[in-house]
């Protein structure tokens, strides 16, 4: 079935450093793929979507690029503030319904 | 897009008892949903409502839930009779189409004891 494999976590990073957040996924076809974030108590919220390959989604600095040949959806940013410290959730769009990953907790220290 | 709202923010149960959460999203949307995220771990897909029916549920949906859209706003998730292993975060979506995002709410934590 399908799935979804995120980096495990926590990955602590000073401020301004550049930040990459793995995640590959199987599926047939093409699904769209997602970025959700959780901050500390809150709930989910969309960071940024891909629909189809190719496609790059952005959004407050982070980006990621929809990958076929590699299956991958990496979360990339250039410089993380101590704000964006959350759980980063990947997942995809599977029959109309959302399968995540496991999610990776980021540390962004002063 | 305005949020989706859901309540109460937090319970607390004893074991066995009854529990509905709800979520209001707004009307004009078809697709509804129920996730849960037991604490620290991923968040697990429940069921999913379309056009007022269950369109598929997971193997944790069981016999013990039950999902209604009783006035045309409000969606509901019941528990009949909640265990320990019930205590998660549970968290109501929607999306307008089969091709949009999904929206979720701030999530409601139940712990049972």
């Known amino acids: 079935g399908n799935s979804v494999t995120q980096m495990e976590g926590p990955v602590t990073l000073s401020e301004e450093a550049f930040l990459t957040i793995n995640c590959t996924y199987t599926a047939t076809g093409y699904p769209s793929l997602f970025w959700y974030v959780q901050y500390p108590g809150e709930g989910l919220q969309l960071l940024l979507k891909?629909?189809?390959?190719?496609d790059k989604g952005s959004n407050k600095g982070f980006e990621a690029t929809y990958r076929k040949e590699t299956t991958s959806f990496h979360l990339e940013k250039g410089s993380v503030q101590v704000s964006d410290s959350a759980v980063y959730f990947c997942?995809?769009?599977?029959?109309?319904?959302?399968?995540f990953g496991s999610g990776t907790r980021l540390l962004v220290r002063p | 897009e305005p949020e989706v709202t859901q309540t109460p923010s937090h319970q607390v149960t004893q074991m066995g008892q009854e529990v509905i959460l709800r979520c209001v999203p707004i009307?004009?949307?078809?697709?509804f949903y129920w996730y849960r995220q037991i604490l620290g771990q991923k968040v697990e897909f429940l069921v999913s409502?379309?056009?007022?029916?269950?369109?598929?549920k997971s193997e944790i949906f069981d016999d013990q839930f039950s999902v209604e859209r009783p006035d045309g706003s409000n969606f509901t998730l019941k528990i009949r009779s909640t265990k320990l292993e019930d205590s998660a975060m549970y968290f109501c979506a929607r999306r307008s189409g089969p091709t949009d995002g999904y929206t979720f709410g701030s999530g409601t934590r139940l712990t049972v004891v």
């Open positions: 009307s004009n949307h078809l697709y």
């Open positions: 891909a629909t189809k390959a190719d």
């Open positions: 409502f379309y056009n007022n029916e269950i369109s598929e």
């Open positions: 997942a995809l769009d599977s029959s109309y319904k959302l399968i």
